[in-house]
């Protein structure tokens, strides 16, 4: 069975018969109806995707940008399974892959922006300055380490600082990282850990602490376009747009930031 996703529609509203025309940038006008553009996208990456949705389609307003979030893993088995997005925003480069090697990819690049794992609990909560303090709560919201983007990246992280033993019976997994934050959220854990990305909206309500550098895992993001021939132009068109250098102001102001070479 399908698991449901959350979808936000973007763009303005045209009559049928319009023409669309993205000018030059890789293809030229044709006379078609509003393009519909569906694009998946990790659940880190909601705020900044709907963000670069609502200025493509401020851009080329004959396009309606939808952009419908979920955790990598359940993305990427929905497109094989035979979901038809125009572009797919991945939260690791392995589920990218993947896809790829079932034939149901038509292109996928690196995502050059990233972001860190952090460890988040509550102000009036238990103290929690590093991940050892983790030792001293008793249950951690963090995405599904068996196959979830963010809780596999927390595993490594994890085991890099040989804590991994102790606390994987603490762990409370999740659909993904925005899960988890809810679940600390609503009391159901005592800490999370999830991407800087994920709280920079909730300063007010939870305290991060940064993961030890030497075991900060690289988080790398993917983008990539399933084989969909009728719109493919305009999928590449929103590929270039989404992470080209004139949207780095975009996702550093969601949090993320230009990975190092």
């Known amino acids: 069975m399908s698991v449901p ?7 303005a509203g045209f009559g049928a018969g319009l023409t669309v025309c993205l000018g030059l940038l890789a293809f030229g006008c044709q006379r078609e109806e509003r393009t519909d553009l569906l694009v998946f996208a990790a659940a880190s990456l909601t705020d900044v995707t709907e963000a670069l949705a609502d200025s493509f389609s401020a851009r080329f307003p004959d396009v309606q940008v939808r952009v419908s979030v979920a955790a990598t893993s359940i993305l990427a088995r929905q497109i094989r399974a035979g979901a038809e997005p125009a572009v797919f925003l991945a939260a690791s480069h392995d ?31 238990v103290s929690i300055r590093d991940p050892h303090d983790l030792l001293h709560v008793d249950r951690v919201a963090v995405a599904d380490p068996e ?4 809780g596999i990246y927390a595993r490594h992280g994890l085991e890099c600082l040989g804590l991994w033993e102790n606390l994987s ?3 409370v997994p999740t659909l993904d990282v925005r899960a988890a934050l809810d679940a600390l959220e609503s009391g159901a854990t ?23 550098a030497d075991c900060q895992p690289e988080i790398k993001y993917a983008i990539g376009i399933p084989k969909r021939p009728p719109i493919r132009d305009v999928a590449r068109t929103f590929v270039d747009f989404a992470i080209g250098a004139a949207q780095e102001p975009v996702w550093a102001n969601f949090g993320f930031s230009r990975r190092r070479p």
């Open 5 to 11: 996703t959350r979808i936000r529609g973007r763009g």
């Open 95 to 125: 589920w990218m892959a993947w896809l790829d090697s079932t034939g149901r990819l038509s292109e996928w690049r690196d995502v050059p922006f990233s972001t860190e794992l952090v460890i988040v609990g509550r102000f009036n909560g």
């Open 147 to 150: 196959h979830v983007p963010g």
């Open 169 to 171: 019976s603490r762990l």
């Open 190 to 212: 005592d800490a999370a850990i999830v991407y800087a990305a994920d709280v920079y909206r909730y300063a007010d309500q939870f305290v991060a602490a940064r993961w030890p």
